[in-house]
């Protein structure tokens, strides 16, 4: 991961977690919640190996399939 981004993926990360806790709408929530999903992946695939690989597949497989419903 470039060193540059990742000051930018922590603070979507924090900035979607306030976004979320301080939200008076539903779609606020959600949208903070997407926000969380897409900044979290980055740091899921971080080390470059399959297995942390596989597991942001799942982990944002599950997500968007939630985010549908």
Not at 9 to 20: E, H, Q
Not at 34 to 50: G, H, R, Y
């Amino acid at each position: 991961m470039n060193p540059l981004a990742q000051p930018v993926i922590y603070s979507t990360i924090f900035a979607g977690t306030l976004i979320t806790a301080l939200s008076s709408h539903w779609f606020f929530t959600w949208v903070g919640l997407e926000m969380n999903m897409l900044a979290f992946i980055p740091v899921l695939t971080k080390k470059m190996n399959p297995r942390s690989t596989e597991a942001a597949i799942k982990y944002f497989l599950t997500q968007a399939t939630a985010s549908m419903i």
